[in-house]
């Protein structure tokens, strides 16, 4: 993607579970699928280890756009995390809407080991939605 | 603040071709914390590692940040080096950029180089505050759960049961012994399968250290490496294995038939019957889907012929709790079915059949009698065409996998075909032969020159009968560059492998990972290929990726070998990434208790205050209890908020 200077290029952080979207983005490197390079990564080792303390923390710091990125639900390899960060993301929604954020800025996404082109996609298409967002204003 | 090094890999060019390597030095060697900061060809090498080795000294460092390839790769290998520097391996963390950056932005080198040095100055904040660990250690159950009873779990089972430890062999059907104990003969070497099949069957029925848990399925999972707990559901047979002697009065007065599974639907069996002759349990079984029922007792014409009464119609089934140290997945696979294959007949053809169907004619214990015949007529087939690849290779529609073995095997149908058919004519029609193995090539060769089987180089297009009932085959020479048209009796469709049937089920309950067509993963493609990523769980035969018998035998000798190296440590080390208490902010709430999957958090009263505790040995670090406490009082080791707050920076500022 050639950078076009005039174009806004959001800022994005993105939380990836170890077991399962880390690994995804591990297989899209390995198969030299190309994305757009704004998400920089924070790889834990659940998803339910982001807390909407660090969901706002980034947004306070100027983050344009939030992604977290676990296992399918089932496929949590702590069981049950995924469906905790679930809750968590869709309450947390509702606080920003609250901040003058808006809720889609955050994005939850389920992104198994295997699904390297997936993650791929999804990564551009957050990408190009917070960029259309425009830059974080509150 | 600590003194760090960073060490920048260029992955020969595989990172350097894309990220400005010197650039990311000079940058980051001004970022608070960094004490050093230098780039490498290939850090992992011999030279690389003593590199870092004498820098540590050198330059006093406490903390390691090599900016690489993925922690999968190389975090054990960077930990270790620490470690035997004399620097606590919980110091060195790995900051990917070649997998999630050099590799995935090959065009915008600049924008590259930019994500590369946030990324690494995120694990430089990450490692600015980690604490030196030491791991836990937990002990080990010297048991270990098979579960499959093909060759795969049947020759691991047999292997660490050998080396002393005991073993759960858990098999879904009535019998161990997977399709192995159906096929005739086997490649290259025409062994009967059987034969070689079942004195191993029986050792594992004898051997002491071994318990058979057959026509049952793993439940339910829990705990990890060294440590699990295991609920199998064992169904009921409604026979009493050790009443019955297999006298098999039963099945004479059984009015009910059923299709045979071990012939493959070719022939029929009874509602209560014994799979195969030599089935591990010998015993029957009565299929209650197909019985008429005994609540009330509809027939019970067994029962009443039973002499040793071993018909148990109260029979219930049974929860069996254990626990296990390690666990070995061998559940093999199943054929794509031909109904998928609409140019085909859908299946709906009675003489075209797939290749398990085609071994079952071949075999002496089968419907025939090791006759080929035709299902629709009996009569023996004079023209027989064989087709390749049937839902494999094929991207667009079906698979896009090679299933591997159906050259082998369909190379070994003609030949059979041929010695016992002199007089018909065996057609293959085939992509590419693919017969790489010992002995193989000359196999294939074999079949054509000596047993003079045609091989047409193309794909089969459609398979129809035609006004007179005969079977067509269309297919392309693409050798010869024309259209073929094969009239025929008999279809032996070389059928795609797939994840057994429920594959998928299991694999969630165990949670390990596995490909986007349900075979597992395993840890690293060359260098790890009996173990999964998940600790404690390894990988033996067709559950992996399709095989043939010495590959899946070579493989579960491979896995057995890994449990018992596992069983032969005196206690297992466990990650110390876990959750901390801080007492002094602990409120008490019990707000994170629920909320362990592990059982690992537990309210306790300490001088006269509730506080939450963590078990250090159940707790597996994933961090929710943590990110659900009002109180900040609990933290991950070394994922704790403040490094969060800080790798969140790192990227914002
Ligand atoms: C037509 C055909 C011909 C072949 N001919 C040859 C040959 O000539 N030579 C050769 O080397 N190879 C041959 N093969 C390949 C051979 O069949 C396999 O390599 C071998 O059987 C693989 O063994 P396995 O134990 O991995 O799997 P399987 O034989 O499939 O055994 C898996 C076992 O696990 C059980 N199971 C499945 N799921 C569960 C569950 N959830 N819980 C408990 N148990 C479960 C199944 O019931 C089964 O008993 C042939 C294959 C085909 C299809
Ligand atoms: S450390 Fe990783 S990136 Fe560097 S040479 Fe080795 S494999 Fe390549
Ligand atoms: S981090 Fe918390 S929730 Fe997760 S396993 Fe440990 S104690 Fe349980
Ligand atoms: S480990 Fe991926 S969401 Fe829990």
Redesign the interface.
């Given at each position: 993607m050639a950078k076009i200077s005039n174009i806004f290029e959001p800022r994005i952080v993105c939380f990836f579970c170890k077991w399962c979207t880390s690994a995804g983005a591990d297989l899209a490197g390995t198969s030299r699928m190309q994305y757009l390079p704004n998400g920089i990564p924070i790889c834990v080792m659940c998803s339910s280890r982001v807390d909407p303390e660090h969901v706002l923390w980034a947004f306070k710091r100027g983050a344009d756009g939030v992604f977290i990125g676990g296992c399918h639900p089932g496929d949590c390899h702590y069981q049950s995390g995924n469906y905790k960060t679930r809750r968590r993301v869709f309450l947390l929604k509702q606080v920003l809407k609250d901040f003058g954020i808006e809720p889609e800025r955050l994005r939850l996404e389920w992104i198994s080991a295997s699904e390297g082109k997936r993650f791929t996609q999804v990564m551009d298409e957050f990408i190009e939605e917070v960029r259309s967002l425009g830059k974080l204003k509150v | 603040m600590k003194r760090i090094g960073v060490f920048v890999c260029w992955c020969g060019s595989n990172i350097a071709e894309t990220v400005d390597v010197k650039k990311v030095v000079e940058v980051i060697k001004k970022y608070p914390g960094v004490a050093h900061a230098e780039d490498y060809i290939f850090v992992c090498s011999n030279p690389g590692q003593k590199l870092v080795q004498e820098t540590i000294k050198e330059k006093r460092l406490d903390s390691l940040v090599i900016a690489c390839c993925?922690?999968?790769l190389h975090e054990t290998t960077f930990r270790d080096l620490s470690r035997l520097t004399g620097l606590n391996p919980y110091q060195c963390e790995i900051a990917?950029i070649?997998?999630?950056?050099s590799?995935?932005?090959?065009?915008?080198k600049?924008?590259?180089t930019?994500?590369a040095i946030?990324?690494i100055r995120?694990i430089v904040e990450k490692a600015n505050q980690n604490e030196s660990l030491e791991p836990i250690s937990t002990p080990v159950t010297r048991q270990a759960l098979v579960i499959g009873g093909g060759i795969a779990g049947i020759q691991a089972s047999l292997d660490i049961a050998n080396a002393g430890y005991e073993v759960l062999l858990v098999e879904r059907n009535p019998s161990i012994g997977g399709h192995m104990i159906q096929l005739s003969e086997t490649f290259p070497t025409l062994d009967c399968s059987q034969c070689i099949l079942t004195p191993k069957m029986v050792e594992v029925s004898r051997h002491p250290k071994i318990r058979v848990l057959a026509y049952s399925e793993v439940q339910e999972i829990s705990g990890y490496v060294g440590n699990f707990n295991v609920k199998i559901l064992k169904k009921p047979r409604y026979v009493i294995e050790d009443k019955c002697n297999l006298c098999g009065k039963c099945v004479d007065v059984c009015p009910v038939a059923a299709p045979s599974e071990f012939d493959n639907n070719l022939a029929a069996r009874k509602a209560i019957y014994l799979p195969f002759p030599q089935a591990i349990p010998a015993t029957y079984t009565i299929d209650i889907e197909h019985c008429p029922g005994f609540l009330p007792i509809a027939c019970g014409k067994c029962a009443d012929v039973c002499e040793p009464q071993a018909i148990d119609f109260d029979m219930r089934p049974e929860i069996i709790e254990e626990k296990v140290g390690a666990i070995v997945v061998a559940t093999g696979y199943d054929l794509y079915s031909p109904k998928n294959i609409g140019e085909y007949g859908n299946g709906k053809y009675e003489d075209v059949m797939d290749g398990m169907q085609f071994e079952r004619l071949l075999s002496a214990t089968g419907p025939t009698g090791g006759e080929v015949r035709r299902l629709s007529d009996n009569k023996v087939p004079k023209r027989v065409v064989f087709v390749s690849c049937v839902g494999s290779r094929d991207t667009e529609h079906h698979l896009p996998y090679c299933s591997k073995i159906c050259c082998m095997y369909m190379a070994k149908h003609a030949m059979l075909y041929k010695h016992k058919v002199p007089d018909g004519e065996a057609i293959v029609f085939y992509i590419d032969t693919r017969a790489g193995g010992k002995g193989y090539e000359e196999f294939v060769t074999r079949t054509q020159e000596e047993d003079k089987v045609i091989y047409i180089r193309g794909k089969a297009s459609k398979i129809f009968k035609n006004g007179n009932g005969k079977l067509i085959v269309w297919g392309a020479d693409t050798l010869l560059g024309k259209q073929v048209e094969v009239e025929c009796d008999m279809v032996v469709l070389s059928m795609a492998m797939v994840p057994s049937n429920g594959a998928k089920d299991l694999i969630?309950k165990l949670?390990i990972?596995?490909?986007?067509y349900g075979f597992v993963?395993e840890a690293h493609p060359k260098l790890r290929p009996v173990e999964s990523?998940?600790a404690g769980f390894y990988l033996a035969g067709c559950t992996q990726a399709p095989k043939d018998i010495p590959e899946t035998v070579a493989q579960a000798s491979g896995a057995a070998s890994k449990v018992t190296d596992l069983f032969a440590e005196e206690e297992l080390k466990h990650e110390p990434?876990v959750a901390a208490v801080d007492e002094d902010l602990c409120s008490g709430c019990g707000i994170c208790v629920p909320?362990c999957?592990?059982d690992a958090r537990e309210l306790e009263i300490k001088d006269e205050k509730r506080i939450a505790k963590v078990n250090e040995i159940l707790c597996?670090?994933?961090?929710?209890c943590?990110?659900?406490c009002p109180s900040a009082a609990v933290q991950?080791r070394n994922?704790k908020?403040n490094q969060?707050?800080k790798?969140?920076?790192a990227?914002?500022?």
């Amino acid at each position: 993607m050639a950078k076009i200077s005039n174009i806004f290029e959001p800022r994005i952080v993105c939380f990836f579970c170890k077991w399962c979207t880390s690994a995804g983005a591990d297989l899209a490197g390995t198969s030299r699928m190309q994305y757009l390079p704004n998400g920089i990564p924070i790889c834990v080792m659940c998803s339910s280890r982001v807390d909407p303390e660090h969901v706002l923390w980034a947004f306070k710091r100027g983050a344009d756009g939030v992604f977290i990125g676990g296992c399918h639900p089932g496929d949590c390899h702590y069981q049950s995390g995924n469906y905790k960060t679930r809750r968590r993301v869709f309450l947390l929604k509702q606080v920003l809407k609250d901040f003058g954020i808006e809720p889609e800025r955050l994005r939850l996404e389920w992104i198994s080991a295997s699904e390297g082109k997936r993650f791929t996609q999804v990564m551009d298409e957050f990408i190009e939605e917070v960029r259309s967002l425009g830059k974080l204003k509150v | 603040m600590k003194r760090i090094g960073v060490f920048v890999c260029w992955c020969g060019s595989n990172i350097a071709e894309t990220v400005d390597v010197k650039k990311v030095v000079e940058v980051i060697k001004k970022y608070p914390g960094v004490a050093h900061a230098e780039d490498y060809i290939f850090v992992c090498s011999n030279p690389g590692q003593k590199l870092v080795q004498e820098t540590i000294k050198e330059k006093r460092l406490d903390s390691l940040v090599i900016a690489c390839c993925s922690p999968t790769l190389h975090e054990t290998t960077f930990r270790d080096l620490s470690r035997l520097t004399g620097l606590n391996p919980y110091q060195c963390e790995i900051a990917n950029i070649r997998e999630q950056c050099s590799w995935v932005h090959k065009d915008n080198k600049e924008e590259a180089t930019r994500k590369a040095i946030k990324i690494i100055r995120t694990i430089v904040e990450k490692a600015n505050q980690n604490e030196s660990l030491e791991p836990i250690s937990t002990p080990v159950t010297r048991q270990a759960l098979v579960i499959g009873g093909g060759i795969a779990g049947i020759q691991a089972s047999l292997d660490i049961a050998n080396a002393g430890y005991e073993v759960l062999l858990v098999e879904r059907n009535p019998s161990i012994g997977g399709h192995m104990i159906q096929l005739s003969e086997t490649f290259p070497t025409l062994d009967c399968s059987q034969c070689i099949l079942t004195p191993k069957m029986v050792e594992v029925s004898r051997h002491p250290k071994i318990r058979v848990l057959a026509y049952s399925e793993v439940q339910e999972i829990s705990g990890y490496v060294g440590n699990f707990n295991v609920k199998i559901l064992k169904k009921p047979r409604y026979v009493i294995e050790d009443k019955c002697n297999l006298c098999g009065k039963c099945v004479d007065v059984c009015p009910v038939a059923a299709p045979s599974e071990f012939d493959n639907n070719l022939a029929a069996r009874k509602a209560i019957y014994l799979p195969f002759p030599q089935a591990i349990p010998a015993t029957y079984t009565i299929d209650i889907e197909h019985c008429p029922g005994f609540l009330p007792i509809a027939c019970g014409k067994c029962a009443d012929v039973c002499e040793p009464q071993a018909i148990d119609f109260d029979m219930r089934p049974e929860i069996i709790e254990e626990k296990v140290g390690a666990i070995v997945v061998a559940t093999g696979y199943d054929l794509y079915s031909p109904k998928n294959i609409g140019e085909y007949g859908n299946g709906k053809y009675e003489d075209v059949m797939d290749g398990m169907q085609f071994e079952r004619l071949l075999s002496a214990t089968g419907p025939t009698g090791g006759e080929v015949r035709r299902l629709s007529d009996n009569k023996v087939p004079k023209r027989v065409v064989f087709v390749s690849c049937v839902g494999s290779r094929d991207t667009e529609h079906h698979l896009p996998y090679c299933s591997k073995i159906c050259c082998m095997y369909m190379a070994k149908h003609a030949m059979l075909y041929k010695h016992k058919v002199p007089d018909g004519e065996a057609i293959v029609f085939y992509i590419d032969t693919r017969a790489g193995g010992k002995g193989y090539e000359e196999f294939v060769t074999r079949t054509q020159e000596e047993d003079k089987v045609i091989y047409i180089r193309g794909k089969a297009s459609k398979i129809f009968k035609n006004g007179n009932g005969k079977l067509i085959v269309w297919g392309a020479d693409t050798l010869l560059g024309k259209q073929v048209e094969v009239e025929c009796d008999m279809v032996v469709l070389s059928m795609a492998m797939v994840p057994s049937n429920g594959a998928k089920d299991l694999i969630s309950k165990l949670k390990i990972p596995s490909d986007a067509y349900g075979f597992v993963n395993e840890a690293h493609p060359k260098l790890r290929p009996v173990e999964s990523i998940s600790a404690g769980f390894y990988l033996a035969g067709c559950t992996q990726a399709p095989k043939d018998i010495p590959e899946t035998v070579a493989q579960a000798s491979g896995a057995a070998s890994k449990v018992t190296d596992l069983f032969a440590e005196e206690e297992l080390k466990h990650e110390p990434i876990v959750a901390a208490v801080d007492e002094d902010l602990c409120s008490g709430c019990g707000i994170c208790v629920p909320l362990c999957p592990y059982d690992a958090r537990e309210l306790e009263i300490k001088d006269e205050k509730r506080i939450a505790k963590v078990n250090e040995i159940l707790c597996e670090g994933c961090g929710s209890c943590i990110s659900a406490c009002p109180s900040a009082a609990v933290q991950q080791r070394n994922f704790k908020d403040n490094q969060i707050f800080k790798m969140v920076d790192a990227i914002l500022s």
